[in-house]
C-alpha cells in the first residue's frame, strides 16, 4: 500500500528542513510525499527545490496562495494519490526512521480505517526537549475531552472521498471537527499504536494565546451541534484537565 505524506507550509524556512528531512529518513519505500507551500516570501520554496531530486520523483509541490493552513491541506488531499494520507506539520517532524513502516504494518495486515498514536511536545529549537507526551489513548468520547493527536492521526484516502475533507468555516479547530466527524458520526475503524509518531514544536495557532484557547473551545462544541453529538456545556473541562497531567507525566 502507498501513503502520501502532506505537509502545509507558509514562510516555513527555520523549520521546515527537519521536516522534509524526517521523512526522507523513513524506511518505508511507497511514500509520496506532497508540500503544499501558501506562496512563501522566505527561503522555503528553495529549501524544498533543494531537497526534490533526493526523493527520486517521490516529491511533488505547489507554492500559491491559499485560504489558510486547512485549505492547503484539502489541496493536498485532493492531490494524494495514496491509498492512505497522513499529516506531517512543517514544523514537525517523524519521530524515528521506521514510524510510517510501523504505521502501514498495521494497515498492511489488519482491516482498519485508521491509525493514531501518541507525540511528544518539543522545545521550538530544541527538538530532543521533550516538554509533554501526548498519550492519546484507547478509544473514548470525544465529549469527555478525549480525541487523538492529529498529527499522529492517518486514514485511508477513500474515507475521506465518503466522508469529506476539512471544513473552512472552522479557523481553528478544523482539524478536531474533522476527526469527531470520522470517529463519532461514521463509526470508522481504528487502530491504537502506543507509542510517540511525532516530535511536535510547541507554539500552534490554537495555543498562541489566550483568545485564540477560547475560540478554539467554542468551535469544538459547535463541531459537537454541528454533528449531531450531545455535549456538556462543561466540555471545555474535560478537554483541558488531561493535558495538564501530560506535562505532569511525561
Given amino acids: 500500500m502507498k ?17 522534509i528531512e524526517s521523512v526522507l529518513s523513513q524506511t518505508y519505500d511507497d511514500i509520496e510525499y506532497i508540500i503544499v507551500d501558501g506562496l512563501s516570501s522566505d527561503n522555503t520554496v528553495a529549501i524544498i527545490k533543494e531537497y526534490e531530486p533526493l526523493f527520486k520523483k517521490k516529491m511533488r509541490w505547489v507554492s500559491e496562495k491559499d485560504k489558510g493552513l486547512y485549505d492547503a491541506m484539502n489541496k493536498g488531499f485532493t492531490m494524494a494519490t495514496g491509498d492512505v494520507v497522513g499529516i506531517i506539520n512543517s514544523d514537525d517532524l517523524l519521530a524515528e526512521p521506521d514510524v510510517i513502516k510501523k504505521v502501514m504494518q498495521i494497515f498492511n495486515t489488519q482491516n482498519v480505517d485508521c491509525v493514531y498514536a501518541d507525540l511528544y511536545y518539543v522545545s521550538q529549537h530544541d527538538t530532543d526537549n521533550i516538554v509533554r ?8 468520547a470525544f465529549s469527555k475531552g478525549w480525541h487523538p493527536a492529529h498529527p499522529t492521526f492517518y486514514v485511508k484516502k477513500e474515507v475521506y472521498e465518503r466522508c469529506g475533507l476539512f471544513n473552512l468555516k472552522y479557523k481553528l479547530a478544523a482539524d478536531f471537527e474533522i476527526m469527531l466527524r470520522l470517529v463519532e458520526r461514521y463509526k470508522i475503524s481504528m487502530t491504537y499504536l502506543r507509542e510517540p509518531l511525532v516530535r511536535m514544536r510547541l507554539g ?3 495555543s498562541k494565546n489566550i483568545q485564540n484557547i477560547i475560540k478554539g473551545n467554542i468551535e469544538c462544541y459547535n463541531a ?15 478537554r483541558i484537565l488531561p493535558k495538564f497531567k501530560q506535562f505532569i507525566h511525561k
Fill in 204 to 206: 500552534g495557532a490554537t
Fill in 224 to 238: 459537537f451541534k454541528e454533528n449531531g453529538i450531545p455535549v456538556s456545556i462543561f466540555y471545555p473541562l474535560y
Fill in 133 to 140: 507526551h501526548w498519550r492519546s489513548g484507547e478509544v473514548r
Fill in 3 to 19: 501513503i502520501s505524506l502532506i505537509t502545509v507550509s507558509f514562510n516555513s524556512a527555520s523549520t521546515i528542513r527537519d521536516t
